[in-house]
Protein backbone atom coordinates (compact mmCIF):
# COMPACT_ATOMS: atom_id res chain seq x y z
CA UNK A 1 0.00 0.00 0.00
CA UNK A 2 1.41 3.20 -0.89
CA UNK A 3 0.44 6.57 -1.47
CA UNK A 4 0.68 8.10 -4.72
CA UNK A 5 0.09 11.90 -4.96
CA UNK A 6 -1.22 13.87 -2.09
CA UNK A 7 -1.86 17.91 -2.01
CA UNK A 8 -3.58 20.28 -0.32
CA UNK A 9 -7.54 19.73 0.19
CA UNK A 10 -9.84 22.44 -1.42
CA UNK A 11 -10.85 25.29 0.38
CA UNK A 12 -13.93 24.55 2.89
CA UNK A 13 -13.83 20.74 1.94
CA UNK A 14 -12.99 19.67 5.59
CA UNK A 15 -10.46 17.60 4.81
CA UNK A 16 -6.45 17.28 6.17
CA UNK A 17 -5.67 16.48 2.74
CA UNK A 18 -6.53 14.80 -0.66
CA UNK A 19 -4.37 11.60 -1.76
CA UNK A 20 -4.17 8.85 -5.04
CA UNK A 21 -2.97 5.99 -3.22
CA UNK A 22 -2.15 2.28 -4.32
CA UNK A 23 -4.30 -0.11 -2.46
CA UNK A 24 -2.58 -2.96 -3.38
CA UNK A 25 -0.62 -4.01 -6.85
CA UNK A 26 -2.98 -3.16 -9.77
CA UNK A 27 -5.86 -1.42 -7.36
CA UNK A 28 -5.68 2.49 -7.38
CA UNK A 29 -7.94 4.80 -5.72
CA UNK A 30 -8.29 8.44 -6.56
CA UNK A 31 -9.28 11.49 -4.75
CA UNK A 32 -9.20 10.25 -1.25
CA UNK A 33 -9.48 12.44 1.22
CA UNK A 34 -8.20 11.98 4.75
CA UNK A 35 -10.26 13.83 7.07
CA UNK A 36 -10.03 14.50 11.13
CA UNK A 37 -13.31 12.97 13.12
CA UNK A 38 -14.24 12.47 16.76
CA UNK A 39 -13.28 8.84 16.41
CA UNK A 40 -9.64 9.51 14.85
CA UNK A 41 -8.54 10.00 11.32
CA UNK A 42 -10.78 8.60 8.80
CA UNK A 43 -10.24 8.16 4.70
CA UNK A 44 -13.16 8.80 2.42
CA UNK A 45 -13.41 8.04 -1.38
CA UNK A 46 -14.93 10.55 -3.79
CA UNK A 47 -19.01 10.67 -4.02
CA UNK A 48 -21.27 9.79 -7.27
CA UNK A 49 -24.69 11.54 -6.88
CA UNK A 50 -24.57 11.23 -3.34
CA UNK A 51 -23.59 7.64 -2.63
CA UNK A 52 -19.84 6.54 -2.09
CA UNK A 53 -17.65 5.20 -5.17
CA UNK A 54 -15.26 3.16 -3.14
CA UNK A 55 -15.70 1.72 0.30
CA UNK A 56 -12.75 0.45 2.72
CA UNK A 57 -12.46 -1.91 5.46
CA UNK A 58 -11.75 -0.56 9.13
CA UNK A 59 -8.06 -1.98 8.37
CA UNK A 60 -7.59 -0.87 5.07
CA UNK A 61 -8.67 2.42 6.27
CA UNK A 62 -6.71 2.50 9.36
CA UNK A 63 -3.71 1.59 7.02
CA UNK A 64 -4.28 4.26 4.44
CA UNK A 65 -4.95 7.14 7.49
CA UNK A 66 -1.97 5.82 8.91
CA UNK A 67 0.36 6.42 5.55
CA UNK A 68 -1.38 9.53 4.46
CA UNK A 69 -0.99 11.10 7.78
CA UNK A 70 2.69 10.32 7.62
CA UNK A 71 3.43 12.24 4.04
CA UNK A 72 0.97 15.14 5.36
CA UNK A 73 3.95 15.12 8.03
CA UNK A 74 6.26 15.09 5.81
CA UNK A 75 5.16 16.97 2.92
CA UNK A 76 5.64 21.16 3.44
CA UNK A 77 3.03 21.52 0.41
CA UNK A 78 0.11 20.66 2.43
CA UNK A 79 -1.67 23.44 3.82
CA UNK A 80 -2.14 21.58 7.32
CA UNK A 81 -5.22 24.72 8.28
CA UNK A 82 -7.13 24.07 5.06
CA UNK A 83 -9.05 21.56 7.42
Same mark, same amino acid.
Given at each position: ?????????? /? $?? &? @? !??? #??????? *? !????????????? $???? #? *????? &? *????? #??????? /?? /??? @?????????????? /??
Amino acid at each position: MRILHIRSPQ /A $GE &G @A !IAR #FDAEIAP *G !IRAYGLRLVQSKA $GLRV #F *GPSIR &G *GSAVT #FSPDIAN /AL /AAI @AEREVARNDSIEHS /AA
